[in-house]
């Protein structure tokens, strides 16, 4: 049976998209150390870091498996957080992140990657996503557990203003990511068994994490999630 474009076309940027996640891993890693964090957690953000690239090592296995044959096109100034561009302390700067990427975009790749893994069943795309779906539990937790920290500092107040003040805007950001998509393609059998899921239950998926998840793990720090998802437009 022949493999459509459409699965290797996924799996390379699977590839490119685990690159970006180890880089950012890698800044937040660094800047948790400029600003003295607890140990655990830059050993954590490192052990994270190189998880990435043992995605992207894999997934480029799947991609090479289905007929492959180029590499990564990897867009070099999306491979970062960035420089500040404010005049507020690095520390808001690592909250931003890890409210951003870790509790939102690591929370809800829990359930996404448990979808994908349920009805994969073509063995490079298996290891892939077995794999995956471990250790995403952990860069969920580092992202609580580091919100957690930064909540406990001797700034917590101010920083809890921020993450209310601006968790509209992330959610928002990943409502058009994953809930804005709005095509009603079915993905075949074909696809799904490496690893592929049809667009609209990415949609669905986030609403149910923001149920499950969201809601509870932002009330218990403080945080109105409901608001925030409220105001949150895509």
């Not at 349920?118 to 794999?131: G, I, S």
């Not at 406990?152 to 805007?169: F, G, K, M, R």
């Not at 804005?180 to 393609?185: H, K, N």
């Not at 049809?198 to 669905?204: A, F, H, I, L, T």
């Amino acid at each position: 049976m022949s493999i459509p474009d459409s699965v290797r076309h996924e799996w390379l940027r699977r590839v490119e998209a685990e690159y970006r996640s180890s880089a950012i891993s890698q800044e937040l890693t660094l800047w948790l150390t400029r600003i003295g964090a607890s140990p655990d957690l830059i050993h954590e953000g490192l052990r994270i870091a190189d998880d990435e690239i043992v995605h992207a090592e894999l997934s480029f296995a799947a991609y090479v498996a289905a007929g492959g044959s180029e590499g990564p096109r990897l867009e070099r100034e999306t491979l970062g957080i960035g420089a500040p561009i404010d005049q507020h302390p690095l520390e808001v700067h690592v909250l931003r992140t890890v409210v951003d990427v870790f509790c939102l975009g690591e929370t809800v790749a829990v359930p996404l990657f448990r979808e994908l893994r349920q009805h994969a069943t073509v063995p490079e795309a298996r290891t892939l996503l077995d794999r995956v779906l471990v250790d995403e539990v952990r860069h969920r937790d580092f992202g609580w557990l580091a919100l957690g920290w930064m909540l406990v500092q001797p700034d917590s107040a101010t920083y809890l203003t921020i993450v209310n003040a601006e968790l509209p805007a992330f959610f928002a950001r990943i409502k058009r990511a994953y809930g804005g998509i709005t095509s009603d393609y079915e993905v075949s059998e074909v696809e799904r068994a490496w690893g592929l899921m049809s667009p609209k239950r990415y949609g669905e998926i986030l609403h149910r994490t923001f149920e499950r998840d969201y809601e509870p793990r932002f009330q218990k720090l403080g945080i109105d999630a409901n608001a925030a998802w409220a105001q949150a437009s895509i």
